[in-house]
Structure formats: structure tokens, C-alpha cells
């Protein structure tokens, strides 16, 4: 196993603890599984670092009145769509 592993993303090689648990078990299984035959394994691994992963959406846009507003301001049903958010006063 390398020290260093380079982000999908920013391209930018960087040691083993910038990744998530998940991101480096999946490097792991696509540069070697025992199961796959001969050739069968990918290689070029897609993982991506903490910075580059995407984070979970705290806020969201109303699309009437224009304001960022926290996710308890929009009902659950309003929060799928992000572009066509309505909060609740709206």
C-alpha cells in the first residue's frame, strides 16, 4: 500500500490520513482483489480527499424571496429539490 495517494479531483497526491476510512478501502479493493481474475482490476482508482468530498447541505436558497435560509425553515418535501426550494413562510 502506498503513503501517498492522489485525489480524483484536485489531482493533488497527499498521505493516506486525508482520506476518509470509506475512500481508502476503496483504493485498496481497486488495486488488488483477490477474487477478480488476472488484469481485472482497475488501475485508475477514483477517490477523493476530505476537502474535495462533498459535505452535507446545511442551508438551502428559497426560490420566492430570494434568502438563504437554515434547512428547519423548509419542509422536508421542499428539501429534495434545491433549486426549487420554497421555505415554510413562503
Do not use: W
Amino acid at each position: 500500500m502506498p503513503s501517498n495517494v492522489t485525489c480524483y479531483i484536485c489531482k493533488k497526491s497527499k498521505p493516506l490520513d486525508q482520506y476518509a476510512k470509506r475512500q481508502v478501502q476503496r483504493f485498496q479493493d481497486t488495486i488488488h482483489n483477490p477474487y477478480a481474475p488476472t488484469g481485472r482490476t482497475k488501475k485508475d482508482p477514483k477517490v477523493t480527499c476530505r476537502d474535495c468530498t462533498p459535505q452535507q447541505t446545511t442551508e438551502l436558497r428559497c426560490c420566492v424571496c430570494e434568502k438563504v435560509k437554515g434547512l428547519s425553515h423548509f419542509a422536508k418535501n421542499q428539501r429534495r429539490s434545491r433549486t426549487e426550494a420554497r421555505c415554510i413562510v413562503c
